[in-house]
């Protein structure tokens, strides 16, 4: 059979995944603190068309098509939008803000929208900084925040960095956790932190649009190139009336 | 006449090969770094035709030439120059001007002009798929700090020389041979390795090369010749037809 089916019908698949990271990008335009990922792709394993017997050392390899390679997620700053709320505070620079979730691990993430958390410890009302998940949000010594009645921080922040950010796993909310890739999380100590403000998407819409009418162009492209593969099938089937 | 039968076939299974090196340039539009390939098309050696039972003369006399097909040559990759794509990740370089980043893989030596590149948990430069990027040195650590990248390789964390990225040229590109993973291995040992001469481009990544419109046209030519290679066929079938079932019929 014509290995062009193949290739194209990968190349078709390929496409539609990469379809699927953009169309997230773009779900998440308005989620605070979301960072674009980008799909990168490779070309597949060679092989050889035909057996040269002469010894001589021509190229006759052809292609099997692509594969997402991966999945790059961008830490570029995203907008600070001004929100004059108190519990919301935005990372100005690299970091992550590090939240206890329900389950014991750490989760680290750029959404600094918290809130207040009323509760019962020892016999006396406190109030915890949490997320809009009602996990802590942890301070430099990894212990939960408290809120004084003035609604002023006693405590710093903990805010963390990783040496590759990149490598970071998403689990949904926003947030992230730390993977053998990303490396283990460090403290940042200049983090720029900004209260008052929100960090917004940086998703760039014109950006994603482009990116999405290129796949499906290529989407297009491939099936053409699968048609025109079946027609030569065709062809060759009809040789004999 | 039957000669020209497996004439034909030759043309359809040369015009099948030459699809699917179009479908792999159009399959890798969107790769980083990709660059096209190109079949080249060679007709058999040819062939001399003899008269043979020829009174006149005693020995059998020659008439011409003949072939009797064609095949692939050999596949050019084309490296041309890809459209440079504004990342805005420091990490991402692309190569202006001809030459190959340095991979470092456990099979040895490879080459790309896929400059996707990311730092691993110990803060070295890699690819996407974790190779170490070559530098001067070795591979390059960059730790966590800001790091730039000027045009001629050299990178400079907090403005402080670390390492030159190892980007070399070969005197015959045409030697190189694709190994999958955007990567290129080196098939001639005696290909000279040349000083690299283009510009480095941090924040840019290098796209394929491949032209939509090109790879659209080879398709419809490929598809056609097939068509009339078929034709060829179905016609020599029917006079074989006519030979066969119709000469001699009283």
Redesign the interface.
Known sequence: M????Y??A??MV??QQ?MDIISNNIANTNTTGYKKV?A???????SA??VRRDGQ??????????RL??T?R?F?QGALQQTDRPLDFAIDGPGFFAVLHQDGTVRYTRDGSFKISSELVGGQYVNRLVTAQGEYVLDYNGQPIEVDDYGLLPYRLGIV?F??P??LAAVGNNQFVET????PP?YAGMANVRQGFLEASNVDMAEEVTQMI??Q??YQ??S??LQ??D??ER??N???? | MTRGLYTAATG?IH???R??????N???????G?KK?QVVTRSFSDELLLRLNNRQSPSSQPIGTINHGV???????SYQQGILQH???NTHMALNGPGFFTIITDDGERYTR?G?F??????YLVT??GWPVAGETGPIYI??EDFTVDSMGYIFVNDQYVDRLQIVDFEDP??L??????LFIN??PDNQILDYQGEVMQNYIEGSNVD?VK??VE??T??RN??SN?QI??MI?ETLDKTVNEIGRV
């Open positions: 014509i290995r062009a089916l290739s194209s990968s190349s390929t496409q990469n980008r990168a792709f490779q070309d597949l394993l060679y068309m035909e050392n021509t190229n006759l390899q052809v292609g099997n098509a692509s390679a991966a790059q961008n570029e960095d040496p590759n990149e490598g053998e890739a990303s490396g460090m290129l796949a162009r290529v492209l491939s053409r190139m025109a593969a027609e030569m062809i060759a009809n040789l004999r009336r | 359809m015009q099948a090969r699809l699917d090196t179009v479908a792999n159009i399959a890798n539009i969107n790769t980083y990709y390939d095949t692939v040559e050999e596949v050019v990759t990342t805005g990740v896929d996707s990311m730092l691993d948990s110990l803060g996407a798929d730790g966590t045409q030697a041979r694709k190994a999958g993973h955007n098939s001639d939509a790879e659209m398709m419809v490929a598809t097939y068509e078929a066929i179905r079938d």
